[in-house]
């Protein structure tokens, strides 16, 4: 009876834990920093993935203009600005990222079609956005390249990442992100991309947002 007793209370409370990820740890992951009309409202790139099985909008305020803010998010990139995120855990896999502490000049050109790597060049798996729609100091779309099903027959994730800066007054910015991402909905892709992505880009993508707010205020103090 006690052992019966024991699964059973193991079971409750194992239930009311996913219950309780599911109803309120996720959606705050999924919309961290956003307003309800920003997590609902539509932004430039979302017509690149069309009905995405993963999106989360993250956003910050940042009490600096948006020409101050735009900079670094233009330079972001590996073998660039870096991601703002947590270098060393980044780098445990190789991924070779330096967050940069300055505005570089050559990093603030961004053209449709270009090239924002997340990884090595030389990486097995070439991971990689493409420039799909750049309008500064406002706008960046970020999309996949190639072919969706080559992605899926290689367990990636077809993405678009949309970065929006908008005029809050007062010399304030509000920053928001937006992953979209579709995959192939296995057991194994629903683990790995959307399960397993969640809680991952919730942290990487919260430490790059502050991060960005981080510089662009500070960069802002000491002007």
């Given at each position: 009876?006690?052992?019966?007793?024991?699964?059973?209370?193991?079971?409750?409370?194992?239930?009311?834990?996913?219950?309780?990820?599911?109803?309120?740890?996720r959606?705050?992951?999924?919309?961290?920093?956003?307003?309800?009309?920003?997590?609902?409202?539509?932004?430039?790139?979302?017509?690149v993935?069309?009905?995405?099985?993963?999106?989360?909008?993250?956003?910050?305020?940042?009490?600096?203009?948006?020409?101050?803010?735009?900079?670094?998010?233009?330079?972001?990139?590996?073998?660039?600005?870096?991601?703002?995120?947590y270098?060393?855990?980044?780098?445990?896999?190789?991924?070779?990222?330096?967050?940069?502490d300055?505005?570089?000049?050559?990093?603030?050109?961004?053209?449709?079609?270009?090239?924002?790597?997340?990884?090595?060049?030389?990486a097995?798996?070439?991971?990689?956005?493409?420039?799909?729609?750049?309008?500064?100091?406002?706008?960046?779309?970020?999309?996949?390249?190639?072919?969706?099903?080559?992605?899926?027959?290689?367990?990636?994730?077809?993405?678009?990442?949309?970065?929006v800066?908008?005029?809050?007054?007062?010399?304030?910015t509000?920053?928001?992100?937006?992953?979209?991402?579709?995959?192939?909905?296995?057991?194994?892709g629903?683990l790995?991309?959307?399960?397993?992505?969640e809680?991952?880009?919730?942290?990487?993508?919260?430490?790059?947002?502050?991060?960005?707010?981080?510089?662009?205020?500070?960069?802002?103090?000491?002007?």
């Amino acid at each position: 009876m006690r052992v019966r007793t024991l699964r059973a209370a193991g079971a409750l409370a194992g239930g009311a834990a996913l219950a309780g990820y599911a109803t309120v740890i996720r959606p705050w992951m999924l919309g961290w920093g956003a307003t309800d009309e920003e997590v609902r409202g539509a932004l430039p790139g979302d017509d690149v993935i069309k009905q995405p099985r993963y999106q989360a909008t993250h956003a910050v305020t940042v009490h600096a203009p948006i020409a101050d803010v735009w900079p670094w998010l233009v330079q972001i990139g590996q073998g660039r600005g870096g991601l703002y995120s947590y270098d060393r855990l980044e780098n445990l896999f190789g991924l070779g990222f330096h967050s940069a502490d300055r505005i570089v000049p050559e990093l603030q050109h961004l053209g449709i079609g270009d090239q924002v790597w997340m990884v090595p060049r030389d990486a097995s798996v070439p991971m990689y956005f493409q420039v799909l729609d750049v309008k500064p100091p406002t706008v960046l779309v970020l999309g996949p390249h190639g072919d969706p099903a080559e992605a899926y027959e290689q367990g990636l994730p077809w993405s678009s990442w949309t970065f929006v800066l908008r005029d809050r007054g007062d010399a304030t910015t509000r920053l928001i992100a937006r992953l979209r991402a579709d995959f192939k909905p296995t057991a194994a892709g629903l683990l790995v991309n959307k399960y397993g992505l969640e809680p991952v880009h919730f942290l990487m993508e919260r430490k790059m947002l502050l991060g960005i707010r981080q510089r662009a205020e500070l960069a802002g103090a000491s002007a």
